[in-house]
């Protein structure tokens, strides 16, 4: 059986109270927006930020590179952070970004 590779992508700013908690038990218990994953062996191989409100998500060199090692790591699918779906300005920007990096990405994960 092939084994899922999976990343989330969370907000940089709701880090600094956020601690994943919701992220990783929905994801360890297949609830919520991983309940599609139910009876699957997935890996969750990556959990990272997106920079910040001030990076350009088409041109920011380091998020490029965060996005270029998803690739690397052959990650299936990216979830954004459900506190990027309700509260990111540049939600259609990431999106676009992982897009043209030919990353299949799903929204929310709680």
């Known amino acids: 059986?092939?084994?899922?590779?999976?990343?989330?992508?969370?907000?940089?700013?709701?880090?600094?109270?956020?601690?994943?908690?919701?992220?990783?038990?929905?994801?360890?218990?297949?609830?919520?927006?991983?309940?599609?994953?139910?009876?699957?062996?997935?890996?969750?191989?990556?959990?990272?930020?997106?920079?910040?409100?001030?990076?350009?998500?088409l041109a920011d060199p380091g998020f490029t590179e965060k996005l270029e090692r998803m690739k690397q790591e052959n990650v299936d699918k990216v979830h954004i952070a459900t506190c990027i779906v309700h509260k990111c300005e540049q939600l259609d920007l990431l999106k676009q970004a992982l897009a043209s990096q030919g990353i299949s990405y799903e929204e929310l994960t709680h």
């Open 1 to 57: 059986m092939d084994i899922k590779k999976i990343a989330i992508l969370y907000c940089k700013k709701s880090g600094r109270v956020c601690t994943g908690a919701a992220c990783f038990r929905s994801f360890y218990d297949r609830k919520k927006n991983f309940t599609q994953y139910e009876g699957q062996e997935v890996e969750l191989s990556a959990y990272f930020h997106c920079n910040g409100c001030e990076a350009d998500k």
